[in-house]
């Protein structure tokens, strides 16, 4: 999938101290083949992956990130970018009703989505009205009451008995026309105060010049707050044709995308916001009513990346590390010099980022490193604190200095048992070994080792 081929090319980079022109380059071919391949269209990998090259050569140094956490940090930049940066809230009629008409495709679930939203809006205080100008397919008009029904909204329908919500054929509308059942809908709403109306349309299989007449003849007959353009994740290249016909022949407001509980290729989602410059809103991923949410692009970018939350970890990181502080312990680490000094300044610095648990659930997978961390709790952090706070500076630099008098006093000093103490003595060094181990493997920046 796109998560695994992006993942794959960024991991190339770990262990690697510096990156040279050539292996930004190769990252990028490799991001380019992917997305490629999870069919997002060419204009867009293009201007994608000359902002990549041309940010990840430049010198954007931040010395809390490794140089792979910075490509990885500007990936997924550039793709909250791509899918539309901040979160598009619906927008409300300053005088009511609401009109929201669907459009798209038929199949995209635009009579699904329709339930969704309904319910949706219903559970946040709303009233809504669907209406059911779908007149085209033959039970097109049931499946609209059937999704009512579940959602718990009325449905404004043409035949006569058919309509649960909009009275007895109140407003006489028989007739198969799509525009005069829209009107009679918007008219239905007025009346009986609903405050937001879903106006549910027909669609073909293929983009045709009768579908967007009919779509247009509705749109100008409701005169809608929001059009959605409801599209089908899962149609790949074909998606940003469709948005472009769509955009054209009957404009809208924002886009939903459905089925992406189905698409693992992403391409639609990253395409269509920069080839029609409409936001996408909402995202549909199931059949069910529960299966929808506001379409987040942060949320979607980490997903497609498949990090988890280990992007907030490098955000949160870049906030409280210092520069400096985080350069020297990086030499230090490798050359092996790490005191305990710096493994309170570390312990301090990472406290800083919240309470351990929380930082467990950031981590992505389960693992090695997981599994050790969640044996640690903020207590004991405490003592770890106490103890190094209790020792001398001399103590702090080398620790070898630390024998069985100097283990009491700092016991008595920090309120704890001497095998505490010992404890974290031998668990310091253990750890500056293995420390020292990992920064050699990962490439971090070491010199001698030092020989105390
Ligand atoms: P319309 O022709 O645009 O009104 O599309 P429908 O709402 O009738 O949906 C077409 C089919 O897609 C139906 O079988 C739906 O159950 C299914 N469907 C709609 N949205 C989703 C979704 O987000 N995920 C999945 N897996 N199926 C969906
Ligand atoms: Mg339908």
Redesign the pocket.
């Known amino acids: 999938s796109l998560s695994d081929r992006l993942t794959g090319a960024l991991k190339d980079l770990r262990g690697k101290g510096r990156l040279s022109p050539a292996d930004i380059d190769a990252t990028c071919r490799e991001i380019r083949l992917a997305l490629l391949e999870a069919d997002v269209a060419l204009p867009v990998v293009r201007g994608f992956i000359a902002r990549i090259k041309e940010r990840a050569k430049g010198s954007e140094v931040s010395a809390a990130l490794n140089p792979a956490q910075q490509v990885v940090k500007i990936v997924n930049e550039e793709l909250v970018a791509i899918l539309g940066g901040e979160t598009r809230r619906l927008t409300l009629a300053k005088t009511p009703p609401t009109v929201i008409m669907?459009a798209?495709?038929?199949?995209?679930?635009?009579?699904?989505?329709?339930g969704k939203l309904a319910k949706w809006l219903r559970d946040q205080g709303h009233q809504p009205l669907l209406v059911a100008c779908?007149l085209q397919?033959p039970g097109?008009v049931t499946?609209l009451q059937v999704v009512g029904e579940r959602a718990g909204v009325p449905v404004f329908a043409p035949h006569p008995g058919t309509s649960i919500g909009g009275g007895e054929n109140a407003l006489g509308v028989t007739a198969a026309d799509p525009i005069a059942v829209a009107e009679a809908g918007i008219t239905e709403a007025r009346a009986k105060q609903y405050d937001v109306v879903i106006v549910?349309t027909a669609?073909r299989l293929g983009i045709d010049a009768e579908l967007m007449a009919q779509a247009a003849g509705i749109r100008d007959a409701v005169k809608p707050d929001e059009t959605l353009f409801?599209l089908?994740a899962m149609i790949g290249q074909d998606a940003v044709s469709t948005a472009e016909a769509f955009r054209d022949g009957v404009g809208f407001t924002g886009v939903v995308l459905?089925?992406?509980?189905?698409d693992a290729r992403g391409g639609a989602a990253l395409s269509v916001r920069n080839v029609t410059g409409e936001p996408i809103m909402f995202a549909?991923?199931?059949?069910k009513l529960e299966?929808?949410d506001v379409f987040h692009p942060d949320r979607m970018a980490s997903r497609i990346l498949g990090m988890g939350d280990v992007l907030t970890l490098i955000e949160q990181a870049e906030q409280v590390y210092d520069a400096q502080q985080a350069e020297e312990a990086a030499r230090k680490i490798g050359s092996g010099e790490l005191t305990l000094e710096d493994f309170l300044d570390q312990m301090l610095a990472i406290r800083k980022l919240g309470p351990i648990g929380n930082l467990l659930g950031m981590l992505p997978g389960a693992g090695q490193m997981k599994d050790a961390l969640a044996q640690v709790d903020d207590k004991q952090l405490d003592r770890v604190q106490a103890i190094i706070r209790g020792m001398t500076p001399a103590e702090r630099d080398n620790p070898k200095i630390i024998n069985a008098s100097r283990r009491l006093r700092i016991a008595n000093g920090s309120g704890v048992q001497v095998s505490d103490v010992n404890q974290l003595v031998d668990r310091f060094f253990e750890a500056r070994k293995m420390m020292t181990a990992m920064g050699r493997q990962m490439g971090m920046p070491g010199g001698n080792r030092r020989t105390k």
Request: glycine letters at 20%; aromatic letters at 4%; proline letters at 0%.
């Open positions: 669907l798209g495709l038929q199949g995209a679930g635009k009579t699904t989505l329709a779908d397919r097109a499946q549910d669609g409801v089908d459905t089925k992406l509980d189905g549909s991923t199931g059949e299966d929808f």
